[in-house]
């Protein structure tokens, strides 16, 4: 069963945000009690796989048909505020810019409305692991301004 975006799993549209909400768990975190800072990656990687999701696309069923999908090129991290067991946060994924063969997308991890880690990942879409053109209309909704 796939669970869709009605079901509250996977995270919202909000104009051409996507917000994904978590909840920090004792797991999360390190010794000091802090979010563990690889487990940002987790979540900004779960932002970006729900944004393309939530605009008619499935990693798995892009590779399942075609053998294709993206691949992160290159990610940078900044790393503010650190979040805590119980955190209520909320990954924010948005464009910065599409080409035909790759994606750059900004990515926000917010608390109460401030802002705690910010990172920009660019994407190559790729097939048998070499870069090819993503589908026109993905790079359609990709690149839409509301």
Known sequence: MT???SDGVGGRL???????TLRIYYEDTD?????????YLRYMERGRTEILRAIGFDHRALWDSAKEGFVVRRMTVDYLKPARMDDVIAVDTWVHE??????TLDQAVVRDGETLVTGRAVCAYVRDGRPVRMPQSMREQMARKE
């Open 3 to 5: 669970a869709n975006l």
């Open 14 to 20: 909000e104009g051409v945000r996507h917000v994904l």
């Open 31 to 39: 010794f000091s009690g802090a979010v563990y800072h690889a487990n």
């Open 98 to 103: 599409v080409k035909q063969a790759s994606l």
